[in-house]
């Protein structure tokens, strides 16, 4: 069987998604109208293309997604490039590395992988990838006195959050009010003492949600009223627990009603500037556009 291998462009969207639907790929279920956004620009992203198709004659038989995004790391652009959704039909799997190379030579630009499989794992550290999430710290609903959130000041409409935020948090707050997830900000003592936080609903697998937060302006002030926050949560969006990157926490306090789960497959990254802590948050990414289950 001859193949070949091209740009996949907007009007791709039909065959991928037939494709897709049918793979073994954990973000098989997504539907339709979520699978649209990862054919549009994004974020400041605008190559014109979206990945690479596997094609045997008319028929596309392969795909490896690419979401090309921008974002600011201290006070400089940087361009990202996330690879994502990539499946071969079986009988087609000797042909895969035709997807993989093309998208090892993206210039100027960070590749990240927020979700491999085993084997994507397995073949990105051999061409150089590095570790970026190892763990999450998963927050359980159990009650506690502080669960009563006596005293918290909690906003929740968008049109008074986004007046307390800084320049680098309401960019955030912008970049991110036309994708499905959740802003919340708890306030100080004063305006300029808060904590800005985006919360996503996602799941493990088709069935198990649950709550992910994916930013934390203020990480001491979120630990400090997270006993109220994962029951308010767990109980507003119906899922099971709070979790987020234990590294990105980045705090010694002993954390009651928690647990460390390890990525089976961490995500991954690859870059000649930039390091793992200057990647995190994991905002601007596919998970967070289309809210598939992370690994």
Known sequence: MDTSVRRAVAEDLPKVYALLRDSSLNSAWVPLDARRRMFRPVWGGDEGYYGYVLED?????GFLGLLFTEREISGVKRKFCEIHSWYVKEEYRHDSMKLF?????????TLVNYT???????ISKKFGFDDLETKLRAFLPVPTFRSLGLGVRLETKKHVIVQYLDEADRKIFLDHTDVECNHFLIRGRSDTDYSYIILKKMRLGRFRPFGRVLYASNKKMLVENIDFLKLYWCFRFGVALIAMDDDELGTDWKLPFTKVIPREFPSLYKSKELEAADIKPALYTLPLLIGYRLH
């Open 57 to 61: 004659g008319d028929d596309v038989v």
């Open 116 to 122: 491999p499989t085993q084997t994507v794992y397995d």
């Open 101 to 109: 190379l093309p998208a090892l030579s993206v210039r100027k630009a």
